[in-house]
């Protein structure tokens, strides 16, 4: 049996854990260091591709604005034991909440500044991405239960 973390664990979700939640798990460290606070962050994904690395626009967008996302960064799916370790879930769209809510219960979704969702941005050209990545800390800012 696991013995619970002492930290609160923030557990970031999209749907392939390559590129939305890649970079907001790097983000949500970022500033967790930068405010001083504790906090276990990890990014997984609800149908993930096991063991690939995060999209390389996720990882060039990332690096440009100085959060570059951990080398070590592999794709994971989310599993019952993730989800009852999480503090909180954080999903990147509606139909993430449904199925975690279904299975898990409270999540918070992240929404940009007009309360919109994020799309997925894996079928985006990288321009897209680099204009919503500033988006992230703003929608984790303001989550929405």
């Known amino acids: ?5 002492t930290l609160p664990v923030i557990l970031v979700m999209c749907t392939g854990n390559i590129c939305r939640s890649p970079m907001a798990e790097a983000l949500l ?4 260091q930068k405010e001083g606070l504790g906090g276990v962050v990890i990014s997984r994904g609800l149908a993930a591709p096991i063991g690939r690395v995060p999209h390389r626009y996720a ?3 990332a690096l440009a604005h100085g959060v570059p996302i951990e080398s070590s960064k592999k794709s994971e799916s989310v599993s019952s034991a993730d989800m009852a370790l999480a ?4 999903v990147m769209d509606k139909g993430h909440r449904r199925e975690v809510e279904q299975g898990h219960g409270a999540v918070h979704a992240a929404r940009d500044g007009e309360g919109q969702l994020r799309p997925d941005l894996l079928l985006h050209p990288v321009r897209v991405v680099r204009v919503l990545y500033p988006e992230l800390p703003r929608a984790f800012g303001q989550l929405h239960p």
Do not use: F, R
Not at 1 to 5: E, I, R, S, V
Not at 29 to 32: A, E, R
């Open 87 to 90: 503090s909180i879930i954080l």
């Open 59 to 61: 990882q060039e967008v």
């Open 1 to 5: 049996m696991c013995a619970m973390p």
């Open 29 to 32: 460290k970022y500033h967790l």
